[in-house]
């Protein structure tokens, strides 16, 4: 099946700092890509859809300011944690879904940790 | 509209029975439905889909699931669970070429010695 990777898979930083996460289809091109946060033993929560070359699409209650997400190309995504506090720590999930179907493939997710 | 219940928070079963994981879901359209399993801070991985093709889907791992449009439900079920089958289960649905999926809050199986 179809790869999506996420980079750093663990980042730990300080309060105030930003941190940036990647997410990559490998081996398709994902037209739409989608960020994910999970909270510990709770579900998904949809942060945001991003379409490639477009402005990402957020979920109400989620900041645009604070969680700054780029889809600018077919392969790659990014989500910026701006001016990060501890209760941005979390599990952070992308998913990227080709233009054939309607699978999304998740990546492996990033832990972020903010002291 | 779409939204997806799994029915069971917890389920515990012993390793050589049978695993039952409930899910309903309820949509506006004919969905797609897919059960996904996630080991302790791990990303997802698909396990099946129901994609308006059969309703009986076998997937990876044992695990097969029946769609049921007259009860709206997805159950997941396997005959024998094995102890590397503990983990979080989430059953998801969403609309053919729809924007984003619902997810369901999650079901923990474990499995006993």
């Known amino acids: 099946g179809a790869v999506v990777s996420q980079h750093p898979s663990r980042v730990i930083c300080k309060s105030g700092t930003s941190v940036k996460i990647e997410c990559r289809s490998l081996?398709?091109?994902?037209?739409?890509m989608f960020w994910y946060r999970q909270f510990p033993k709770k579900s998904l929560m949809l942060m945001a859809t991003?379409?490639?070359?477009?402005?990402?699409?957020?979920e109400q209650g989620v900041e645009k300011d604070k969680f700054l997400i780029n889809h600018a190309s077919l392969t790659l995504s990014t989500l910026t944690v701006t001016s990060a506090h501890p209760e941005d720590s979390s599990f952070y999930i992308c998913?990227?879904?080709?233009?054939?179907?309607?699978?999304?493939?998740f990546g492996p997710g990033t832990r972020l940790t903010v002291l | 509209a779409q939204s997806v219940t799994q029915l069971d928070s917890h389920v515990s079963v012993s390793e050589g029975t049978p695993v039952l994981l409930r899910c309903n879901y309820s949509?506006?359209?004919?969905?797609?439905l897919f059960w996904y399993v996630q080991h302790p801070n791990k990303g997802l991985q698909l396990l099946l889909k129901?994609?308006?093709?059969?309703?009986l889907v076998k997937g990876i791992n044992g695990f097969e699931a029946e769609f049921k449009k007259s009860e709206t439900s997805f159950h997941l079920t396997k005959p024998s669970a094995h102890m590397s089958d503990a983990a979080e289960y989430f059953c998801?649905?969403?609309?053919?070429?729809?924007?984003?999926?619902?997810f369901g809050d999650g079901t923990t199986l474990t499995v006993k010695p």
């Open positions: 998913s990227a879904r080709g233009q054939l179907n309607n699978e999304q493939f």
């Open positions: 949509s506006s359209y004919s969905p797609s």
């Open positions: 129901y994609t308006s093709a059969a309703t």
């Open positions: 998801v649905v969403s609309l053919p070429n729809a924007g984003k999926s619902t």
């Open positions: 081996d398709f091109q994902a037209t739409t």
């Open positions: 991003s379409n490639e070359g477009s402005k990402a699409t957020y």
